[in-house]
């Protein structure tokens, strides 16, 4: 059951009939329920209509396509998402929040709640299993802040076949995955993400759209996840090793840092290295694109410097 109205770019944005995401639903809801909110699993419930128009828009979807959602909590974001797609899934942590999303979602069609933690779910097994008659599949989901970074790598890592995740984290959290080079945002996070996906920040949120308010701003972020990696590495692994190692300690220099990394005795073949890839060695890890630790990483494996 949904109605239509028009969303900020002039997109059609699909609407529950009843929203949970207004402050008087989601109190009535609470209380209906005798729900206490848990700070140690993240607990932050949206209530503002416009910030989820930007979410839903955001993840392109429509009734050829699936989305998983992590953490439904009351179900807001998920009955405008089982307005949109074709098939929606959403695991829950919370055994005491599985009742109240049942009741929530009842008239929903395609829609899925597992209780589980999304960490130590088989994911690709999940995806075999709910999604196998859509077209595409994106996560869309307000994260619990707690375990942003493991669950993004995990979805990153496993390799899953989808094509955005749009998702609210916390803004700082996010401004560092969009990063480009040059600025002390720039670090591991964001030449991992930028390796897998091109970021986008949608918008920011404030603290006040939640019940109850976090104590940080937050911002939806898109990562549209690309073919085939952003730069071409033979050992993925040692590739991002060399970048954990280049900002080690951020202040001292590329040379210094990958030293540590490679051993005392190379240093002076790894300078002879960074210059025959034309990277100043006093440069710092913080300025280098992904191409640029793309070589390093490569030449390294070329002299047998792999382990
Ligand atoms: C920030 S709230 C978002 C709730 C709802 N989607 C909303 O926007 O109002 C995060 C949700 O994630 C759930 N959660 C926390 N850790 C989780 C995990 N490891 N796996 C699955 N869900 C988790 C919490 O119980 C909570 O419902």
């Not at 709910?130 to 669950?151: C, H």
Request: glycine share 6%; with cysteine.
């Amino acid at each position: 059951m949904s109605s239509q109205e028009q969303g900020k770019q002039g997109t059609a944005v699909r609407t529950a009939s009843v929203e949970v995401a207004t402050p008087k639903r989601t109190k009535e809801i609470i209380a209906k329920y005798g729900f206490s909110f848990k700070k140690s699993l993240g607990q932050n419930f949206l209530i503002d209509q416009n910030i989820l128009n930007n979410i839903v828009q955001a993840a392109e979807l429509d009734e050829t396509k699936g989305a998983l959602e992590i953490g439904p909590g009351i179900g807001a974001l998920t009955q405008r998402l089982a307005a949109s797609a074709g098939k929606v899934t959403a695991i829950e942590i919370d055994n005491r929040l599985i009742p109240i999303l049942r009741d929530v979602l009842a008239d929903e069609q395609h829609t899925t709640v597992i209780h589980g933690d999304v960490l130590k779910l088989d994911l690709k097994q999940l995806f075999a299993e709910q999604f196998g008659d859509v077209t595409g599949v994106s996560v869309v989901a307000n994260l619990p802040y707690y375990v942003t970074t493991p669950i993004l790598m995990k979805l990153l890592e496993e390799k899953l076949p989808l094509e955005h995740i749009v998702v609210m984290i916390q803004k700082e959290v996010a401004v560092r995955m969009a990063a480009k080079p040059g600025g002390k945002e720039y670090g591991s996070l964001s030449v991992a993400v930028q390796y897998y996906c091109v970021p986008q920040v949608v918008c920011t949120v404030p603290h006040t759209v939640f019940i109850p308010q976090p104590n940080v701003d937050s911002a939806v972020i898109k990562l549209s996840l690309r073919d085939k990696p952003a730069v071409d590495v033979p050992d993925e692994e040692h590739f991002f090793r060399v970048v954990q190692a280049s900002f080690a300690q951020r202040r001292k220099t590329l040379v210094n840092n990958l030293t540590a990394f490679v051993g005392k005795e190379r240093r002076e073949a790894l300078t002879e290295l960074l210059l025959r890839n034309e990277i100043d060695p006093v440069r710092r890890g913080e300025t280098l694109s992904l191409e640029e630790f793309a070589r390093i990483s490569r030449s390294m494996l070329e002299a047998g410097w792999g382990s």
